[in-house]
């Protein structure tokens, strides 16, 4: 009892570069530079540039290439299909965030810890829906670990956002979604699929084609190009990454109505603060009770809670019997502004 | 319910004036009278009181939901709005309510004698019955107010816009003595219970600031030279007995000036007058920062009208028994001003004093030394001018005092409300006094929405507490905090009292070593 106790400290380590497997002598989601990088999703703060060797999910790679660069030394698995990296067995789980999420289960001498990535309980149109791995200990995030955070089911979503569009057409305007280029639009595409044409903005065009050529199929969009005649868009649906809120290429569209979607639309003084016709609380991390179903799930027996709300959800875990430590990361916590990739193509 | 919430929903998202116009006209097409008048009533500060404490509805959240009390404040310290903090803890509804305005608000009016048990009966199965944004406007209307960005103007314009009837004629109407339950909505509109001809106002003349040479507005003797002052401009109007008080912004504000009211009742004559309501103490001007103590309140009590007494400093005379006079010179105005006023005297009534000068190289002097007596610098009006309709170029030019700047550092942050509940934006300065940090300051604005966001993000991340709505920060971003005046203060630990602080510049490019001491800051003073 006593020996394991001493090796629980130490599969694990939180060290400046990032979460280290100490007998397994790799990271994951490194934010500085390693030689061995175990990837949740293809975030751009969840996979950063400078590893010698990635390892991520099959729906990723395809992504992690897009944007890393077509050169990058990297492998994938699929979902609970367990590989060795010295001795200790690694495997993914889906985590539900976005195309290829995957939570990081790593087992060392029937030790386990899963590391969460960025995670979403609920179901989605697109997204391998999250499942639950039991645990000895879990390092979840918290971007939304707050109880005011209570998600709409999909179709709820689906009709919210038809709705909008309809209404829209009959305004003889033309409906402007903003989200996230990986992740958020092909969510967004999925729910608006049918309403009317899609345009999408080159970033996500791009990441669209990474996808569907790794043989997932997604809706049918249309490329907007630069010098998009304005006629063929007026009172169809376009979809940009949030960067372009207040560009040229937003007010070149005719009548555009804009909303944003994202999980912080879902109070006021937030969607008031973006000056945009309309604010969708739509997320792809998990709400509150998404984040305390997931951890109770896991039966661990120590928590660790990271990007978010840490202080507040770990206060609270521990007041309901669950023992809960904060962890300090450099993962985004503005679901929103985290487009990075987008400002440089555009530039 | 529904179409009040859609209502609130559109105004709230949109910073377009006109957009935010539209959805109320469009409301007013498709809804019941009484709701109208009951919109009107909300957004006029005609609120029926509260009728349900917000320490009971609070309870009744801890109950149902099973949450501990620092979740639940840890929540509103993040939304910002308690009503709204409420409407998103609560579990979905499992029913389905659809009432209009006007019985949500008779209910609640009925419910205030009640008890509580059955206050919160009604409460609960309300929230029961309604979603998300619908119980949040129900939360409204029990108690806070709707900070959603519409003003009476706007409203007003709303209303103008759906019925074709003048404006400030509607201004009039809202504001005079109605209650929704007295009156219809087409006799609210064609104002059956007001006499606009006695109230109509005249639209203000406004001034550019100067920028020309003093030398290039040519012979010193065609102007007529004052000080200018940071009040509330305001047109008094005293037509057949009865009194209105105009703001600039074209709202009615008669009700908040109780002693201006009084005061220019006691003039003889009928007439239109221009002038700067001030704060003013044994005949001092005191700060805007007081003055605002004054401003939308719905109750003036007495303590406040001892401790922040207004009286008004006149510039001009625009209509006199009946004549307009906006056509006359500048110099006659003024020399019917001086006799309206040589026939009459009052304690809070004063006549702008006309500055004598006889070469444009003293305004200089006369600028700079305005600061002291909280004077925002000088006024310059063509002698020959008419009373324009806004802003004319040439005739009136206004020259301000340079502010005053000290280089802060802040330590404190707040989230705003309304449109800035989710971001940190109220933050408190400190200068050096010795090794210690000494607080100077407040400002809220000043910085675009970009450096307000990148701002909030590094409060996050250097917070030094993790719980409750003001964080203390680490002593390292610096601002430039430009101020209008500075004086000794006892009230503040600093001994200072900065007026009307605002940042200037957020100083990338300085540290906290860089920033003033408490006797640079003091040796203001001494300099002003």
Same mark, same amino acid.
């Given at each position: 009892?006593?020996?394991?106790?001493?090796?629980?400290?130490?599969? /694990?380590?939180?060290?400046?570069?990032?979460?280290?497997?100490?007998?397994?002598?790799?990271?994951?989601?490194?934010?500085?530079? /390693?030689?061995? &990088?175990?990837?949740s999703?293809?975030?751009?703060?969840?996979s950063?540039?400078?590893?010698k060797?990635?390892?991520?999910?099959?729906?990723?790679?395809?992504?992690?290439k897009?944007?890393?660069?077509?050169?990058?030394?990297?492998?994938?698995?699929?979902?609970?299909?367990?590989?060795?990296?010295?001795?200790?067995?690694?495997?993914?789980?889906?985590?539900?965030?976005?195309?290829?999420?995957?939570?990081?289960?790593?087992?060392?001498?029937?030790?386990?810890?899963?590391?969460?990535?960025?995670?979403?309980?609920?179901?989605?149109?697109?997204?391998?829906?999250?499942?639950?791995?039991?645990?000895?200990?879990?390092?979840?995030?918290?971007t939304?670990?707050?109880?005011?955070?209570?998600?709409k089911?999909?179709?709820?979503?689906?009709?919210?956002?038809?709705?909008?569009?309809?209404q829209?057409?009959?305004?003889?305007?033309?409906?402007?979604?903003?989200?996230?280029?990986?992740?958020?639009?092909?969510?967004?595409?999925?729910?608006?699929?049918?309403?009317?044409?899609?345009?999408?903005?080159?970033?996500?065009?791009?990441?669209?084609?990474?996808?569907?050529?790794?043989?997932?199929?997604?809706?049918?969009?249309?490329?907007?190009?630069?010098?998009?005649?304005?006629?063929?868009?007026?009172?169809?649906?376009?979809?940009?990454?949030?960067?372009?809120?207040?560009?040229?290429?937003?007010?070149?569209?005719?009548?555009?109505?804009?909303?944003?979607?994202?999980?912080?639309?879902?109070?006021?003084?937030?969607?008031?603060?973006?000056?945009?016709?309309?604010?969708?609380?739509?997320?792809?991390?998990?709400?509150?009770?998404?984040?305390?179903?997931a951890?109770?799930?896991?039966?661990?027996? *120590?928590?660790?809670?990271?990007?978010?709300?840490?202080?507040?959800?770990?206060?609270?875990?521990?007041?309901?019997?669950?023992?809960?430590?904060? @962890?300090?990361?450099?993962?985004?916590?503005?679901?929103?502004? =985290?487009?990075?990739?987008?400002?440089?193509?555009?530039? | 319910?529904?179409?009040?919430?859609?209502?609130?929903?559109?105004?709230?998202?949109?910073?377009?004036?006109?957009?935010?116009?539209?959805?109320?006209?469009?409301?007013?097409?498709?809804?019941?009278?009484?709701? *109208?008048?009951?919109?009107?009533?909300?957004?006029?500060?005609?609120?029926?009181?509260?009728?349900? =404490?917000?320490?009971?509805?609070?309870?009744? $959240?801890?109950?149902?939901?099973?949450?501990?009390?620092?979740?639940?404040?840890?929540?509103?310290?993040?939304?910002?709005?308690?009503?709204?903090?409420?409407?998103?803890l609560?579990?979905?509804?499992?029913?389905?309510?659809?009432?209009?305005?006007?019985?949500?608000?008779?209910?609640?009016?009925?419910?205030?004698?009640?008890?509580?048990?059955?206050?919160?009966?009604?409460?609960?199965?309300?929230?029961?019955?309604?979603?998300?944004?619908?119980?949040?406007?129900f939360?409204?209307?029990?108690?806070?107010?709707?900070?959603?960005?519409?003003? =009476?103007?706007?409203?007003?314009?709303?209303?103008?816009?759906?019925?074709?009837?003048?404006?400030?004629? @509607?201004?009039?109407?809202i504001?005079?003595?109605?209650?929704?339950?007295?009156?219809?909505?087409?006799?609210?509109?064609?104002?059956?219970?007001?006499?606009?001809d006695?109230? =109509?106002?005249?639209?203000?003349?406004?001034?550019?600031?100067?920028?020309?040479?003093?030398?290039?507005?040519?012979?010193?003797?065609?102007?007529?030279?004052?000080?200018?002052?940071?009040?509330?401009?305001?047109?008094?109007?005293?037509?057949?007995?009865?009194?209105f008080?105009?703001?600039?912004?074209?709202?009615? $504000?008669?009700?908040?000036?109780?002693?201006?009211?009084?005061?220019?009742?006691?003039?003889?004559?009928?007439?239109?007058?221009?002038?700067?309501?001030?704060?003013?103490?044994?005949?001092?001007v005191?700060?805007?920062?007081?003055?605002?103590?004054?401003?939308?309140?719905?109750?003036?009590?007495?303590?406040?009208?001892e401790?922040?007494?207004?009286?008004?400093? /006149?510039?001009?005379?625009?209509?006199?028994?009946a004549?307009?006079?906006?056509?006359?010179?500048?110099?006659?105005?003024?020399?019917?001003?001086?006799q309206?006023?040589?026939?009459?005297?009052?304690?809070?009534?004063?006549?702008?004093?006309?500055?004598?000068? *006889?070469?444009?190289?003293?305004?200089?002097?006369?600028?700079? &030394?305005?600061?002291?007596?909280?004077?925002?610098?000088?006024?310059?009006?063509?002698?020959?001018?008419?009373?324009?309709?806004?802003?004319k170029k040439?005739?009136?030019?206004?020259?301000?005092?340079?502010?005053?700047?000290?280089?802060?550092?802040?330590?404190?942050?707040?989230?705003?409300?309304?449109?800035?509940?989710?971001?940190?934006?109220?933050?408190?300065?400190?200068?050096k006094?010795?090794?210690?940090?000494?607080?100077?300051?407040?400002?809220?604005?000043? @910085?675009?929405?970009?450096?307000?966001?990148?701002?909030?993000?590094? /409060?996050?991340?250097?917070?030094?507490?993790?719980?409750?709505?003001?964080?203390?920060?680490k002593?390292?971003?610096?601002?430039?905090?430009?101020?209008?005046?500075?004086?000794?203060?006892?009230?503040?630990?600093?001994?200072?009292?900065?007026?009307?602080?605002?940042?200037?510049?957020?100083?990338?490019?300085?540290?906290?070593?860089?920033?003033?001491?408490?006797?640079?800051?003091?040796? @203001?003073?001494?300099?002003?």
């Open positions: 009892m006593f020996k394991s106790v001493a090796f629980i400290l130490k599969l /694990v380590k939180f060290t400046k570069k990032g979460i280290y497997c100490i007998p397994g002598k790799f990271y994951l989601d490194p934010w500085y530079p /390693v030689d061995y &990088a175990v990837i999703h293809g975030h751009a703060d969840h950063r540039y400078g590893n060797h990635y390892l991520c999910q099959n729906d990723s790679k395809a992504i992690i897009h944007r890393l660069g077509k050169d990058i030394s990297i492998e994938s698995l699929g979902y609970n299909q367990p590989k060795n990296i010295n001795r200790v067995q690694v495997s993914f789980f889906p985590a539900g965030h976005v195309i290829g999420s995957a939570q990081i289960r790593l087992e060392y001498k029937g030790y386990v810890v899963v590391f969460s990535g960025d995670y979403k309980t609920q179901p989605d149109f697109i997204s391998t829906p999250y499942e639950p791995v039991k645990c000895h200990e879990f390092i979840t995030e918290s939304f670990g707050l109880p005011i955070y209570k998600w089911k999909e179709e709820e979503l689906q009709a919210e956002l038809t709705n909008w569009v309809l829209n057409q009959q305004n003889n305007r033309t409906s402007v979604f903003l989200g996230y280029s990986l992740g958020k639009a092909q969510r967004i595409m999925k729910l608006i699929e049918g309403v009317d044409d899609i345009y999408v903005h080159s970033a996500i065009n791009n990441l669209n084609n990474a996808i569907s050529g790794a043989g997932i199929e997604l809706p049918k969009t249309t490329l907007l190009n630069y010098d998009f005649k304005k006629a063929a868009i007026q009172n169809k649906i376009v979809i940009l990454p949030p960067a372009l809120l207040g560009s040229r290429m937003l007010k070149k569209i005719p009548n555009a109505a804009t909303a944003i979607c994202s999980g912080w639309m879902h109070i006021r003084g937030n969607r008031r603060w973006k000056g945009v016709d309309a604010g969708f609380s739509i997320s792809d991390h998990a709400d509150w009770d998404g984040l305390l179903a951890v109770k799930a896991t039966e661990a027996e *120590k928590v660790h809670v990271t990007h978010g709300s840490q202080a507040v959800f770990s206060k609270y875990l521990n007041e309901i019997g669950i023992e809960a430590h904060e @962890l300090k990361t450099e993962f985004g916590e503005d679901e929103f502004a =985290k487009d990075e990739e987008t400002k440089t193509e555009n530039a | 319910m529904k179409d009040f919430s859609n209502l609130i929903s559109a105004i709230e998202i949109t910073n377009k004036t006109n957009a935010k116009i539209d959805a109320l006209v469009n409301y007013f097409k498709v809804v019941p009278d009484k709701d *109208k008048l009951w919109l009107i009533a909300l957004f006029t500060g005609k609120r029926p009181s509260r009728p349900v =404490k917000t320490n009971l509805m609070k309870s009744w $959240v801890l109950e149902i939901t099973k949450l501990p009390e620092w979740l639940f404040l840890e929540s509103y310290a993040s939304v910002g709005d308690l009503g709204e903090t409420i409407a998103l609560l579990p979905n509804p499992e029913d389905e309510i659809e009432k209009p305005l006007h019985i949500w608000i008779e209910e609640l009016i009925n419910l205030k004698p009640k008890t509580d048990e059955e206050k919160k009966a009604y409460v609960l199965k309300a929230w029961n019955g309604l979603q998300a944004q619908e119980r949040l406007i939360n409204k209307l029990i108690g806070g107010s709707f900070r959603i960005g519409v003003s =009476k103007k706007t409203l007003v314009n709303a209303l103008a816009k759906l019925s074709g009837i003048d404006a400030n004629q @509607l201004m009039h109407s504001i005079g003595n109605w209650s929704p339950d007295s009156i219809s909505f087409d006799d609210l509109l064609n104002g059956e219970h007001i006499n606009y006695n109230s =109509k106002p005249y639209p203000f003349c406004l001034a550019y600031s100067l920028e020309k040479e003093l030398q290039d507005l040519g012979d010193e003797k065609d102007w007529q030279l004052e000080y200018k002052w940071d009040g509330i401009r305001g047109q008094i109007i005293k037509r057949k007995e009865e009194v008080i105009w703001s600039r912004g074209e709202e009615l $504000v008669t009700q908040q000036f109780p002693e201006l009211v009084a005061a220019v009742s006691q003039l003889e004559g009928s007439f239109v007058i221009d002038g700067e309501i001030l704060a003013i103490k044994d005949s001092a005191l700060l805007f920062n007081d003055l605002q103590k004054r401003l939308n309140r719905k109750n003036v009590t007495k303590k406040l009208l401790e922040v007494p207004v009286g008004l400093y /006149v510039y001009d005379l625009l209509e006199l028994d004549v307009d006079l906006r056509t006359f010179s500048m110099e006659e105005r003024r020399m019917r001003l001086e309206l006023f040589n026939k009459n005297t009052s304690d809070i009534l004063y006549l702008s004093e006309v500055i004598d000068f *006889k070469n444009w190289n003293e305004l200089d002097t006369l600028r700079n &030394a305005a600061r002291s007596f909280n004077s925002e610098g000088l006024m310059l009006k063509k002698k020959t001018s008419n009373y324009h309709v806004g802003r040439g005739d009136w030019w206004k020259w301000k005092v340079d502010p005053l700047t000290i280089d802060a550092v802040m330590i404190y942050a707040q989230k705003g409300s309304g449109r800035r509940s989710s971001k940190y934006t109220d933050y408190t300065f400190a200068v006094n010795e090794d210690k940090l000494v607080t100077v300051a407040k400002a809220y604005s000043g @910085l675009t929405d970009m450096e307000i966001t990148e701002i909030s993000k590094w /409060v996050n991340k250097n917070a030094i507490e993790k719980f409750g709505p003001v964080r203390t920060v002593a390292e971003l610096v601002f430039e905090i430009a101020f209008e005046g500075i004086a000794y203060s006892k009230r503040h630990k600093s001994g200072v009292a900065l007026r009307f602080p605002r940042i200037k510049r957020w100083r990338k490019d300085k540290t906290v070593k860089d920033i003033d001491t408490i006797d640079s800051v003091k040796a @203001l003073i001494e300099a002003n």
